[in-house]
């Protein structure tokens, strides 16, 4: 007899291996061009030649619940409007629509909500809260946000990252194009109708600008093993927390890690210089003391220059900003990839839900994958 399939979960991108997180990436840019065209304006019949196809239905009929204990904008839409895509239905439970944390512990509230929905996308307080709805949840659960990580996040910015290759890939002084076939971070073409492959990625020297939070977190456990090396300056008091640094470490990532408390040194050689909020939502109360810990770290043209970033350093940040962490020459200018990179949640969160809930389908080479999708 078959052994039943254990239930897919996404708690952080350190859960994942490299080849996993590369399909997740190929899949991510495949449904982005196998939906973008059902969406634009149907202002013609298209040719037999060139017919539409739909995107995976591996949602149809199937609903999704969108537990989230924290406001969102770009998390929200890129949920809702990918499980539509997807042929599912959204059900979003606010912290005031249920019970949890009120009348009922997050055990009960997690088999109750998997036993009437197919997967659960749970935008979180502490990290506690997510692992112990995994743990009793009869269905997928995934990670929309905690204290600790947010990996549709930084799925999203590494998608960017590749999808803006031809920024970073130069070609050398006798003009040919490097040979990137051995990289660690290589995807295979997927070479059906129109659809292209996902450009490939030199490894790139990364900057990270303030606060170690969850967006942080997920790229410690990432980047390294794409090849990448992370530069990251934080004030000493806001190190990442202990039980983050050990899968760092466990993964052997601290490696490809460089860290200090001089934002200046960081940026230097950087390809990219990524920041994030330094309040947090929960953190007001502190806002007073870290606006004045953080004085020092607004990226800025000025910053970069006097650090030593790459000439054509590119800017990344998840949103939402506030002026003291980027200024608007560089958050407006043609630096910044903060849109593209917002855009992009809506296709990886789409890919995360077609293989974790609509196909329990995480393996790293598309075993289970249908080639009509």
């Given at each position: 007899?078959?052994?039943?399939?254990?239930?897919?979960?996404?708690?952080?991108?350190?859960?994942?291996?490299?080849?996993?997180?590369?399909?997740?990436l190929a899949h991510s840019h495949y449904c982005k061009q196998r939906t973008k065209p059902w969406l634009e304006p149907q202002t013609h019949k298209p040719s037999k030649k060139n017919e539409l196809r739909m995107p995976s239905q591996s949602l149809f009929n199937k609903t999704v619940a969108l537990l989230f204990s924290k406001r969102s904008t770009r998390t929200r839409l890129a949920s809702e409007t990918s499980i539509s895509l997807l042929g599912g239905n959204a059900l979003f439970l606010g912290r005031d629509d249920i019970q949890l944390g009120v009348n009922e512990t997050p055990r009960d509230t997690a088999r109750v909500i998997g036993g009437m929905t197919e997967g659960i996308f749970a935008r979180v307080g502490d990290h506690e809260e997510i692992e112990e709805l995994a743990k009793y949840a009869p269905v997928p659960v995934i990670n929309a946000l905690s204290s600790l990580w947010h990996p549709t996040q930084v799925l999203a910015?590494?998608?960017?990252?590749?999808?803006?290759?031809?920024?970073?890939?130069?070609?050398?002084?006798?003009?040919?194009?490097?040979?990137?076939?051995?990289?660690?971070?290589?995807?295979?073409?997927?070479?059906r109708d129109k659809i292209t492959s996902l450009p490939e990625l030199r490894p790139l020297t990364v900057a990270y600008v303030g606060d170690s939070a969850n967006v942080l977190h997920d790229m410690l456990v990432s980047y390294p093993r794409m090849g990448h090396s992370l530069r990251?300056?934080?004030p000493a008091k806001y190190r990442a927390p202990p039980e983050v640094w050990k899968r760092v470490e466990e993964l052997g990532c601290d490696k490809g890690i460089w860290w200090g408390e001089d934002p200046k040194e960081a940026v230097k050689g950087a390809d990219v210089v990524v920041t994030d909020t330094w309040i947090s939502m929960g953190q007001e109360a502190e806002k007073a003391q870290?606006?004045?810990?953080?004085?020092?770290?607004?990226?800025?043209e000025a910053l970069c220059r006097e650090g030593g970033a790459n000439p054509d350093w590119k800017f990344m940040h998840c949103l939402p900003r506030k002026q003291d962490e980027v200024d608007d020459e560089v958050f407006y200018g043609p630096r910044s990839l903060v849109f593209p990179e917002a855009d992009n949640r809506r296709w990886t969160t789409m890919a995360v839900f077609d293989l974790f809930i609509g196909r329990w389908d995480v393996s790293a080479d598309g075993s289970k994958e249908s080639s009509t999708d």
């Open positions: 007899m078959a052994t039943k399939a254990a239930i897919p979960r996404l708690m952080t991108l350190a859960d994942l291996s490299v080849p996993q997180i590369n399909r997740l910015d590494i998608l960017t990252l590749h999808e803006h290759a031809h920024l970073f890939n130069k070609p050398d002084t006798k003009g040919d194009t490097p040979d990137y076939k051995n990289m660690q971070t290589s995807i295979k073409s997927r070479k990251v300056a934080s870290r606006l004045k810990d953080f004085q020092g770290y607004q990226v800025t």
